[in-house]
């Protein structure tokens, strides 16, 4: 059920790049599906607006979730940036219907984000594989330096325990000139997609997404197999 509610800050973890996890409270009957997102409340002249942000951890994780938010020139971002652990914030949800089709679960899946759009999948991922999914799950995300990349540690112990998941970051610019996947998301579609019966998902601003299902049409993916969430 959709509601407004009351939250607290419970926790703030400060990334390279301008990244905010925050992990906030929520009440027992919150129920979201992998992939959703929460509307927060930003005060902005006596008024509320409202800005989506996915939901960076799975569903069942008792009495709190977590965002993760790159922090740009904006309003939101400059209201997220003020806050401290112990604050109240309002969200409203949970929202949206990026969420993993059934009609997927007899296939091979590819995740392709950049940046912050990795959150939708740090929540879906782990679901799908606490729920024995058994075909493959591949992850291709995209960062600037190496230092941007997220979830390392979250996929590296997923990886470890389920033989059916791999992920691969890419860097656009890293700093160590031998980096092997170097370039942009949409570069390493060829290399890691499985050649038949796979589905897309894809999250991020409209300019990766726009590139992605381009290639990903050209490698023979259906249009409607590809399942998109834009940031902008
Ligand atoms: C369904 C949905 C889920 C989202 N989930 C997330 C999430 O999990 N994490 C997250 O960081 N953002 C997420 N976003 C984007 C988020 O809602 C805001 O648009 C973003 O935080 C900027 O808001 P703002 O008020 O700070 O900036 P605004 O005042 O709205 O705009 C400032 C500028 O920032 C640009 N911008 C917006 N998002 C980004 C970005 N990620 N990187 C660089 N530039 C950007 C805008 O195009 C605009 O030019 C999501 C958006 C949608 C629609």
Do not use: W
């Amino acid at each position: 059920m959709i509601s407004v509610f009351s939250s607290e800050v419970l926790e703030i973890k400060n990334l390279e790049g301008n990244v905010k996890i925050l992990k906030l409270f929520v009440p027992e009957n919150f129920v979201f599906k992998a992939g959703q997102y929460v509307s927060i409340s930003v005060p902005f002249h006596g008024k509320k607006l409202r800005r989506p942000y996915s939901i960076a951890s799975p569903p069942g994780k008792n009495g709190f979730i977590e965002l993760c938010i790159k922090i740009v020139d904006g309003l939101a971002s400059n209201y997220v940036k003020t806050l401290s652990e112990g604050d109240e914030i309002e969200l409203f949800g949970p929202l949206g219907k990026f969420v993993f089709e059934e009609s997927s679960k007899n296939k091979d899946v590819v995740f392709v984000s950049a940046g912050t759009g990795v959150t939708p999948f740090v929540s879906m991922i782990p679901n799908l594989l606490e729920n024995g999914f058994k075909n493959k799950i591949i992850l291709i995300k995209g960062f600037r330096y190496e230092e941007n990349i997220l979830y390392d540690k979250e996929f590296s112990e997923l990886r470890k325990k389920c033989s059916n998941f791999e992920f691969h970051d890419v860097l656009s610019r890293p700093k160590n000139p031998a980096y092997k996947n170097k370039g942009y998301v949409q570069d390493f579609l060829e290399k890691f997609v499985p050649k038949e019966n796979c589905d897309i998902y894809i999250c991020g601003l409209s300019p990766m997404i726009n590139s992605v299902k381009e290639k990903s049409l050209s490698l023979g993916i259906p249009e409607n197999r590809i399942f998109f969430e834009k940031y902008d």
